[in-house]
């Protein structure tokens, strides 16, 4: 057997292992949130203009929130991109567009960290347009 053809498994069974502890995370984050008073409206919801991981409500404020499963912030930071932003603030505004949302909108960004230690940054990227 050739050595590439045995990375691939390795390559798949990886990308799972990432996927499944991405869900861990996102399943984690929505706990966290509802304890902190949110109620989540959509998990992994999709448009056509992007991807949202959560989307959660707390009195007239939607926000769409990104959820890193990361060792450190600036790795979790740096994993988002301008263009991801962009993506995100869209989604947000279509989702409330479509339930008829007319207050505060917020793209928020949560990390999952060592000992699934959470930090919620509220309100990450004060530069994305909605």
């Known amino acids: 057997m050739a050595p ?16 499944k502890a991405g869900r861990r995370a996102e399943m984690l984050c929505a706990f966290w949130l ?4 949110y ?12 991807e949202i991981d959560l989307i959660a409500k707390r009195d007239n404020l939607i ?12 790795d979790a ?7 991801q932003q962009h993506r995100i603030a869209r989604a947000l505004a279509s989702y409330a567009g479509h339930i008829g949302h007319h207050g505060d909108l917020r793209l ?9 230690r959470i930090e919620h940054l ?4 004060r530069t994305a347009p909605l």
């Open 4 to 19: 590439s053809s045995r990375r691939v498994p390795d390559q798949k069974s990886k990308r799972k292992q990432s996927e």
């Open 34 to 37: 509802r304890l902190k008073g």
């Open 108 to 116: 928020d960004l949560m990390i999952v960290g060592k000992w699934y």
């Open 122 to 125: 509220k309100n990450a990227w």
């Open 77 to 83: 930071l740096l994993a988002i991109r301008p263009q």
């Open 39 to 50: 109620r989540i409206l959509a998990t992994r919801y999709r448009s056509p203009a992007g």
């Open 63 to 74: 926000a769409a929130i990104e959820v890193k499963n990361r060792i450190n912030r600036n």
